[in-house]
């Protein structure tokens, strides 16, 4: 990372001249030791697995003008702070002269919905004259013409030093607004630093990430801090975490419902069909009804649509406008993408926990004419406990169940295979295939007419992750290819 203007450590931390730290030009920050050049700010991160305070005499050796550090290491040019990891993002963010101060910030959290909301919000914003980028899973967005080319392994918010050069990036290129998915890591580990966003909005809380945060109330903990970051809050009080975010944010929420009639925003009357929603918004706070369709169907999308409405009219759009622009919607990659049409249909999503299974399957099911054939799986090091539920999830809704590996990473792929049938109780048909080639494969011999075979756990990814490799996998290709060698060309 550097800079075209010549940067004076002064100028972007002017708390090291309290500390007794010469000023200098500083060419880049950076906690990333191989990437230390002479005149850059290293920052000291404790990982899981390495120390960077470990590393500072040798980072001063190769030309660091300041390490920065949580506590007092004995070194020389030590600026000592209370968070590391905030104040990397506070210093990328200082180098880069502050982008985010340029544009109007939207977030959205939640544990399913994220991607589709951003997408929404986007195109919403979009549609009513405005260049907005957008950091999320399905996509990084500058506005420079030419959409972020995907990196495997790029989590859905990337490291503070990336994420801020893409907010530099957005600011050159004129930006009126970015929205961005800001994941329960992100806002734990400091990667978006102390931003105000102009609006955040929540969509849900299920079990997810509990590899990492343990509990689900330190996962509940790490999602409220965005609200604490923002201006006015868009909060789904359908969740029973979402009643309580409204409750200790009362003072700036707008909530939304499809079963609270007296929501701020409420969906009633609704209908769903194979490929859209129609309802009528009702807006409680401006006294207006909006006949509303959206090219996706589910309830979790018509919820998916009120907060995007919600976030994007709370930045003072007329809400009608907001919603009308919705029906112009284009898919979400990797989100309910039909990927074959023939005498069957096979469908990608990126489904990979049990309450994302059980909205999505439930949906399909109620759109299927044949039987739904559910290919999926559980990702290796990840929190092992939602696995049985995935399966309990799938043979709830679906008529047969192929279980396979889904990024088994350092595991055995054949245990986490084992723990997800063990949720399973043997009232529907149930392969294990360990090759997700052949698992899909499978499906589609066996489907016939009218059936739907859905694909889901890896939506827009297109590699598997096995060890620390990530192999090519594209499943639209696959279906592509199999189909074709089975001699059917109608795609």
């Known amino acids: 990372m550097t800079g075209v203007d010549i940067i004076k450590l002064y100028d972007i931390c002017p708390e090291a001249q ?53 506590h007092d290491i004995s070194c020389d040019k030590q600026f000592i702070c ?10 990328v ?43 999320g899973t399905a996509g990084n967005d500058t506005c420079s013409g030419e959409p972020k080319p995907a990196v495997h392994g ?23 607004y970015c929205v961005m998915e800001a994941s329960s890591q ?18 849900n809380l299920t079990r997810d990430h509990l590899d990492y945060h343990k509990t689900m109330e330190n996962y509940f903990n790490a999602k409220k801090r965005l609200f604490t970051m923002c201006k006015k809050a868009v909060v789904n009080t359908d969740d029973d975490y979402g009643r309580r975010l409204a409750k200790e944010f009362s003072d ?26 129609c309802f009528m918004l009702i807006s409680n706070i401006d006294k207006k009804a909006v006949l509303t369709e959206i090219p996706m169907t589910g309830i979790y999308n018509v919820e998916n649509a009120l907060c995007a409405v919600g976030m994007t009219s709370a930045l003072g759009y007329d809400i009608a406008a907001c919603a009308r622009t919705l029906s112009r919607l284009n898919g979400v990659d990797g989100r309910m993408n039909t990927v ?12 990979h926990t049990d309450d994302a299974l059980a909205k999505m399957l439930s949906t399909l099911k109620g759109a299927v004419k044949g039987r739904l054939i559910c290919v999926f799986g559980a990702a290796g090091d990840r929190d092992k406990e939602k696995r049985p539920m995935m399966g309990k999830a799938a043979e709830d809704y679906a008529d047969v169940l192929v279980i396979t590996s889904d990024n088994p990473a350092h595991e055995n792929p054949e245990d986490i295979i084992n723990s997800v049938f063990s949720g399973t109780s043997g009232k529907r048909p149930c392969k294990c295939i360990t090759d997700r ?8 011999d066996k489907a016939r007419k009218d059936d739907i075979v859905v694909l889901a756990g890896k939506g827009q990814e297109k590699y598997q992750i096995i060890g620390d490799s990530y192999l090519p996998f594209c499943e639209a290709e696959i279906v592509k290819d199999i189909m074709m060698r089975k001699g059917n060309k109608d795609s």
């Open 186 to 203: 992100a806002l734990s580990q400091y990667r978006i630093a102390d931003e105000e966003f102009e609006v955040a909005g929540f969509t």
């Open 252 to 277: 700036k929420v707008i909530t939304y419902s499809t079963k609270d009639s007296s929501a701020d925003l409420y969906a009633d009357y609704i209908r769903l069909y194979a490929d859209r929603a």
């Open 340 to 351: 074959y049409k023939g005498d069957f249909t096979v469908i990608t999503d990126y489904a």
């Open 82 to 91: 209370d968070n590391t990891r905030l104040w990397l993002a506070r210093l």
């Open 18 to 70: 309290q500390q007794g730290i010469a000023d200098s030009e500083v060419t880049a920050v950076t906690d990333n030791t191989a990437k230390v050049v002479s005149g850059c700010i290293f920052v000291c991160i404790k990982g899981a697995h390495f120390d960077g305070h470990s590393a500072a005499q040798q980072m001063l050796e190769k030309g660091a003008c300041m390490i920065v550090t949580d």
């Open 154 to 176: 790029t989590p859905t918010v990337p490291a503070a030093t990336v994420l801020y050069s893409w907010f530099a990036e957005m600011a050159q290129n004129n930006a009126d």
């Open 437 to 444: 080639r052949e698992a899909i494969e499978y499906a589609l």
């Open 93 to 135: 963010s200082r180098f880069y002269g502050c982008p985010t101060k340029k544009f109007g910030m939207l977030a959205v959290t939640g544990t399913n919905g994220k991607t589709t909301t951003a997408h929404f919000v986007k195109h919403i914003l979009s549609e009513l004259g405005n260049k907005c980028g957008c950091i």
